[in-house]
């Protein structure tokens, strides 16, 4: 399994198993399914309703706990100081867990409840409950104040990255501050045939005798990015695993930069309505 290093020296595998929308039942397949195959990094979050699933899959599947990466996400509604202590335990409870490899505020609520939370946040990471902890939906300005009063700085911001969205300046703002990206949606989500019909990307797979999704999450891995594409179907899990056998020349990155659009398809951080 091919790693990225966190900035407090732990390592974050460089694939995990998307489960957004992933009802608890179809979780638990595909959870097992893709530990079977060789990922040892799953993303969830309170919020997908799937912990429980998640946790059971992962206690069936025999792996050792000390060989997973397993990523879970503070919603919304829970933050600030106590409210996200509870979070903390309630998730743990949940994924049948002594701890969570890498624990993310889920979007940006305002900087009171930024500070308020992360304050939680950090206590657990020195109780060792969370082994890492960091933010998601997070842009410049939000990462700078987080900055300005972390004890601990955060170590991984997961947002929306594909090749309509590339987020470059984000990225290096984020490596000149230790932070690894990690990228939701990296086949555009419910978008994800426009992606597949991409005329660049298919001239690219068949070059490389491998598919659109590989090629992107391929594109993905050399940029330095953790890629969290979801599936909860048996083939497409294992392609998407099967990436690490061939590497994109410079030529073809390049041609996927000329992709980026900038173009959000998920809520804009500062407006986030829920
Ligand atoms: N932090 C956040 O706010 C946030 C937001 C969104 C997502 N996320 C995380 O990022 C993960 C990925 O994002 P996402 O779920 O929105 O979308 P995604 O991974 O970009 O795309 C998922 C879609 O692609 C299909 N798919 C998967 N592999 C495929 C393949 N090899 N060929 C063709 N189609 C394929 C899936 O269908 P099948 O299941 O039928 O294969 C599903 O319809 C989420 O599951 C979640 O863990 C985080």
Redesign the pocket.
Known sequence: MKTFQLNNGNTIPAIAL????SKAEDAYEAVLHALKTGYRHI??AMIYGNEEAVGRAIKDSGVPREDLFVTT?LWNSDQGYESAKQAIRTSLDKLGLDYIDLYLI??FKGYDKQRASWQAMEEAYDEGLLKAIGV??HNVHHLMHLLEHARIKPMAN?I?THVELQNEFLQAYCQEHGILIEA??????WR?NDL?EKEDLQEIAAKYGK?V?QVTLRWLYQRGIVA??????KS?IE??FDIFDFALDDTDMERIRGLNRGKKM?TEFDNVPY
């Open positions: 998307g489960t957004w929308k993303d969830t996400k889920h979007w998601s939906n997961q929306e939701y949606a990296p086949f555009m989500s994800v597949l598919t999704p969290l594409p979801k599936s909860t179907n497409r392609a998407n998920f």
